[in-house]
T-cell receptor, first 114, second 112 residues
Framework: DAGITQSPRYKITETGRQVTLMCHQT?????MFWYRQDLGHGLRLIYY???????DKGEVPDGYVVSRSKTENFPLTLESATRSQTSVYFC?????????????FGSGTQLSVL | AQSVSQHNHHVILSEAASLELGCNYS??????LFWYVQYPGQHLQLLLK??????LVKGIKGFEAEFIKSKFSFNLRKPSVQWSDTAEYFC??????????FGGGTRLMVKP
């Protein structure tokens, strides 16, 4: 059972480059989320999606773009990466409401922007 | 906007010691409360949750948490920790219509 798959697992990029982090889920959950995890800040919501073609901003959306053309995929793009975007990124899905009562998380992508 | 505070950023305990991790939130209305755990090298997983009813909630692996509405708290407890409990623990809160808000996390190290 695959669950949620994130790729790549690790990524190093340079300032100004575009980077796309992939997220794929096999459960057909309606709701999907992107979080970033930073020391001292816990997890902060970047973007979320309630269904295909429906996305909305979370707490820290600046510098990020998402799309959801298919229910199972929810890629996150950094249009022009900055050092402040160095972080661990987690994708999650929920079978419940948009408030995400029970989230299922992927293994994360560790991104370093040099 | 609601916020979640976890007072202890790092906790070091010896095996068999008792554990209590603090969690306080800012929202005054009806809330749903969660504890998630992230073991080294793994993704986050749900430890326990409270929606309503008995304010003492039992979770997996011997963990429990108590919701005290008057104190806006949802502290996590375990009577006797094991080395395998070494992990990072996140408290999370939402209320109707809001996103899940996570605390900053507490890193627990249990010495064998």
């Amino acid at each position: 059972d695959a669950g949620i798959t994130q790729s790549p697992r690790y990524k190093i990029t340079e300032t100004g480059r575009q980077v796309t982090l992939m997220c794929h889920q096999t459960w057909s959950h309606s709701y999907m989320f992107w979080y970033r995890q930073d020391l001292g800040h816990g997890l902060r919501l970047i973007y979320y999606s309630a269904a295909a073609d429906i996305t909305d901003k979370g707490e820290v959306p600046d510098g990020y773009v998402v799309s959801r053309s298919k229910t199972e995929n929810f890629p996150l793009t950094l249009e022009s990466a900055t050092r402040s975007q160095t972080s661990v990124y987690f994708c999650a899905s929920s079978e419940g409401s948009i408030t995400g009562e029970k989230l299922f998380f992927g293994s994360g992508t560790q991104l370093s922007v040099l | 906007a609601q916020s979640v505070s976890q007072h202890n950023h790092h906790v070091i305990l010896s095996e068999a010691a008792s554990l209590e991790l603090g969690c306080n939130y800012s929202y005054g209305g009806t809330v749903n409360l969660f504890w998630y755990v992230q073991y080294p090298g793994q993704h986050l997983q749900l430890l326990l949750k409270y929606f309503s009813g008995d304010p003492l909630v039992k979770g997996i692996k011997g963990f429990e948490a108590e919701f005290i509405k008057s104190k806006f708290s949802f502290n996590l407890r375990k009577p006797s920790v094991q080395w395998s409990d070494t992990a990072e623990y996140f408290c999370a809160v939402n209320n109707a219509g809001n996103m899940l808000t996570f605390g900053g996390g507490t890193r627990l190290m249990v010495k064998p």
